[in-house]
């Protein structure tokens, strides 16, 4: 346990529905981000915070999809109108300061069908 | 051609062997991570570094700057060593695919 949580951990839905994951990192880490795996690849970036500040997004970031971390606490991802190619594994991680070390939560599992 | 390449994609081999997975990039950077990722998809970082090398148990990492390339290294190893191991580069994030080891004892 690496003391990132990420709710839930596996989420089933159908295409066109809207799903919302939350990210609970290290309470004293300032720095969030979100990444997307899918299967036999690496992850892929997508966006990170700075404290409550989102500071940069990947073009892999649709309008479909948006993040928050509104007290600089934790963070919610979106998706809207859900599609099938938006199955994956949704990764957070989190890292204080310059050191960036970053601390990875178990991830939310997405099915799209 | 990606930004960060990993060699081998795959790699098997047998308990006590010295493993090596290398990484190329072709960004500039301010850091790279080594990851560790087991069936299940838990990620541990394992190291990062922006210069010379770094050591963790019977784990080895280096980098090269002007050669934009970095090694990590397994001495003795073993079985429950058997993962995916991502390279990753700062700043703008960018990870490799990962090499697949598998450990035989």
């Known amino acids: 346990d690496t003391g990132v949580s990420q709710n839930p951990r596996h989420k089933i839905t159908k295409r066109g529905q809207n799903v919302t994951f939350r990210c609970d990192p290290i309470?004293?880490?300032?720095?969030l981000y979100w990444y997307r795996q899918t299967l036999g690849q690496g992850p892929e970036f997508l966006t990170y915070f700075q404290n409550e500040a989102q500071l940069e997004k990947s073009r892999l970031l649709s309008d479909r999809f948006s993040a928050e971390r509104p007290k600089g606490s934790f963070s919610t991802l979106e998706i809207q109108r859900t599609e099938q190619g938006d199955s994956a594994m949704y990764l957070c991680?989190?890292?204080?300061?310059?050191?960036?070390?970053?601390?990875f939560g178990p991830g939310t599992r997405l099915t799209v069908l | 051609k990606n930004e960060v390449e990993q060699s081998p994609q795959n790699l098997t081999a047998q308990e006590g062997e010295f493993i090596t997975i290398n990484c190329s990039y072709s960004?500039?950077?301010?850091?790279l991570h080594w990851l560790q990722q087991h069936p299940g998809g838990g990620i541990v970082s394992l190291f990062m570094?922006?210069?010379g090398k770094k050591k963790h148990g019977r784990l080895i990492a280096t980098i090269n700057i002007q050669e934009k390339h970095s090694s990590l290294h397994i001495t003795a190893s073993h079985p429950r060593d058997s993962a995916v191991y991502i390279c990753?580069?700062?700043?703008?994030?960018?990870f490799g695919k990962g090499t697949r080891l598998h450990i035989l004892p």
């Open positions: 309470s004293e880490h300032n720095r």
């Open positions: 990753a580069v700062d700043d703008k994030i960018i």
């Open positions: 991680a989190s890292s204080f300061g310059l050191t960036n070390t970053q601390y």
């Open positions: 570094l922006s210069s």
């Open positions: 960004v500039g950077i301010s850091a």
